[in-house]
């Protein structure tokens, strides 16, 4: 469960609540379920609004290998430290299993995300739909969650028909993909985070402007392009 603010609850409840069930009847998305909104009141201290959504590790967490939260930024999004970049591929993948990678970690590793072209075409209609689906209704900077997990066959049969997990091509991992954190309107704060990544950028003259937050259409395109591109049709 985690606590929303008064326009997340908005766009859950004015925008968002009626087309989500919709599209989770269907079976066909891998955004985080919702379970229930609650405003909790506190006393002398206003109220919080909570909202409980499902946990999406459904695999055994003694068979999980990795785990990464991407955007499609760059900036700020490694989490493997500088120190470690040249560590061994194996030793480097032991010391970080129960962190979260970013975006940058990726190509540290030296990871691919490669699919078989029945199962790629799949996930890649439902991440694009889930875009689609959140661009129309104005949110920005949700994250694509990969868990990355050991295979077995044992478990995709107890998980058959997840529209969310798929074996690799050459069937060595598991991947379970999810994407969370798509309750954030594109708001007078995040276009003032907007401007001032950007104005810092331009009077630092940084090389790299790829910043986290961009308006709904421009974050859409960009998060459906960078998943094309680290989710390969083997």
């Not at 009847?25 to 229930?36: D, F, N, V």
């Not at 478990?155 to 969310?164: A, E, I």
Request: glycine fraction near 6%; hydrophobic fraction near 35%; charge should be positive.
């Amino acid at each position: 469960e985690i606590t929303i603010n008064d326009n997340e609850r908005e766009i859950l409840i004015d925008k968002m609540i009626i087309d989500y069930h919709c599209l989770m009847k269907e079976a066909r998305s891998i955004l985080s379920r919702i379970y229930g909104l609650f405003k909790i009141e506190l006393r002398d201290k206003g109220s919080i609004n909570v909202i409980v959504q499902r946990n999406m590790e459904d695999l055994p967490l003694d068979t999980k290998v990795l785990a990464f939260d991407f955007k499609g930024s760059t900036v700020d999004r490694q989490t493997i430290d500088k120190d470690d970049v040249d560590m061994e591929k194996e030793k480097l993948m032991s010391k970080y299993k129960n962190k979260v990678l970013k975006d940058i970690d990726l190509g540290i590793v030296g990871m691919k995300f490669v699919l078989g072209f029945e199962n790629w075409q799949k996930i890649m209609s439902i991440i694009n739909s889930d875009s689609s689906f959140l661009q129309n209704l104005e949110v920005t900077d949700y994250s694509l969650i990969i868990f990355v997990h050991k295979y077995r066959k044992e478990d995709l049969v107890n998980n058959k028909g997840c529209s969310r997990i798929f074996p690799s091509k050459d069937n060595k991992y598991i991947y379970n993909f999810s994407i969370v954190d798509f309750l954030g309107p594109f708001n007078f704060e995040k276009k003032g985070e907007k401007f001032a990544k950007s104005l810092v950028g331009y009077i630092k003259n940084y090389k790299d402007t790829n910043f986290s937050v961009l308006d709904p259409y421009g974050y859409g395109r960009r998060f459906r392009s960078f998943c094309k591109k680290i989710i390969i049709d083997g």
